[in-house]
Each structure stands twice: as structure tokens, then as C-alpha cells.
């Protein structure tokens, strides 16, 4: 019932930037913590940056610096700025709200070329 739909992945030149959204629709009462998620072939998914409904955030070690995550909670929506990008960024990214069923996002695919 709820849905969370990533937007904004696609191709761009190493070095380059990128804004995804996420937005969060349906049956919902609340959202506390939201995130980005990121999956490359043959790996497990990784924590790439997390906001709290108080805007605290956190940031894996690689994308510290490079990534910028915020959200607007009147549009149940949370962004991630990608800047500075690298080849080894290339991965699905996924929306992660673990407050709500699912609490997974499609993904969308994000490549960077060297």
C-alpha cells in the first residue's frame, strides 16, 4: 500500500553530479529516519547516508564530503545530492524508510563513466 519511488538515476561523466528523491505515498502515519541505499552487481546492499526526522545525518565513509542527503517532510520526500561522482559509484540506489511497509524503495540506477 505504501510506495516508495526513487527518481533521478541515470548515466553522468566521473566527476559530475546528481540529485536523487525519494517519495513516500499511500497509507502512512509517520516517518522517523530515512536513507539511500546503494547495490552493485554481486554485492551486498550497502548504508550510503541516513537523516533523521530532526535532520541529523550520517554518511558512509566513501560518500562523506561528496553526497549531501535531505529531506521535506511535508512531502514525505528525502533527496540525495550526489557531487564529485566516481566509477565506483555506479549502483542501484535504493530509498530506505524503515518505518514503513515496505520500507524499500524500486531502486534506480545510477552509472558513472570514467
Known amino acids: 500500500q505504501v510506495q516508495l519511488v526513487e527518481s533521478g538515476g541515470g548515466l553522468v561523466q566521473a566527476g559530475g553530479s546528481l540529485s536523487l528523491s525519494c517519495a513516500a505515498s499511500g497509507s502512512i502515519f509517520s516517518i522517523n529516519a530515512m536513507g539511500w541505499y546503494l547495490q552493485a552487481p554481486g554485492k551486498q546492499r550497502e548504508l550510503v547516508a541516513t537523516i533523521s526526522s530532526g535532520g541529523l545525518t550520517r554518511y558512509a565513509d566513501s560518500v562523506k564530503g561528496r553526497f549531501t542527503i535531505s529531506r521535506d517532510n511535508a512531502k514525505n520526500t528525502v533527496f540525495l545530492e550526489m557531487n564529485s561522482l566516481k566509477p565506483e559509484d555506479t549502483a542501484v540506489y535504493y530509498c530506505?524508510?524503515?518505518?514503513?511497509?515496505?520500507?524499500w524503495g524500486q531502486g534506480t540506477q545510477v552509472t558513472v563513466s570514467s
Open positions: 530506505w524508510a524503515p518505518s514503513l511497509r515496505p520500507y
